[in-house]
């Protein structure tokens, strides 16, 4: 359960977090910013591909389990929330964007929880917004961190800052989603 390939590609993502955040913190003699601007990028693509080849896996190998479906989502998380925080600091990303990413992805996973311990989950099943909401946040994390001209046309920073304040606004509509079909089991409990 711990150490099947998909639960390993998994850790991966969490494991990469400091690999990704600590590039930026190489001696400019290393490295130069727009070489630690690739290699952030390059790490964060592959690793985000494991998001994809875990669920793959577990279930071409028949190795899912409860500890995965805990462990994917949580990674899924640490890996946006902690590259939203590097860009942020790299002033790449306002702080309201990561308020914003972060409070929701806090208020939703108690949200959740608390609708799992009532037997109301699927209540708050994932939906599509959320799925635009994610899609967004992958391709703008990558665009803010390469923050350059790719293949010398697409300017990744100008792309990046509109994907990124359109993920934001795809979280609070998801959240507000989300809290609305919660209400009916909130207010069935408040009786």
């Known amino acids: 359960m711990f150490t099947t390939i998909p639960t390993l590609l998994t850790w ?11 590039v930026f913190y ?3 003699a290393s490295a130069s910013l727009a070489e630690k601007n690739l290699a952030a990028t390059l790490m964060f693509v592959a690793f985000a591909l494991t998001d ?18 805990f462990l994917d989502p949580v990674a899924d998380k640490f890996l946006v929330c902690a590259c939203v925080l590097v860009l942020v600091h790299l002033q790449r990303a306002d702080v309201f964007v990561a308020l914003i990413i972060i409070g929701r992805e806090i208020a939703i996973s108690a949200l959740r929880e608390w609708m799992a311990q009532i037997g ?5 099943a994932v939906h599509m ?3 635009l909401k994610t899609v967004a946040q992958m391709v703008a994390i990558p665009f803010l961190l ?3 001209l790719l293949f010398g046309v697409v300017d990744t920073h100008a792309w990046g800052v509109v ?14 989603f989300y809290l609305q079909k919660a209400v009916p089991e909130i207010r069935a409990r408040n009786k």
């Open 12 to 22: 991966t993502r969490i494991f990469a977090i400091p690999l990704i955040a600590g």
């Open 26 to 28: 190489l001696p400019e």
């Open 52 to 69: 994809w080849l875990d669920g793959y896996l577990a279930r071409k190998l028949n190795q899912t389990s409860s500890f995965g479906a």
């Open 120 to 124: 109301a989950s699927k209540s708050v």
């Open 129 to 131: 917004i959320g799925k």
């Open 146 to 148: 390469f923050d350059g």
């Open 163 to 176: 994907l990124i304040w359109a993920a934001a606004a795809l979280t609070v509509w998801s959240m507000v």
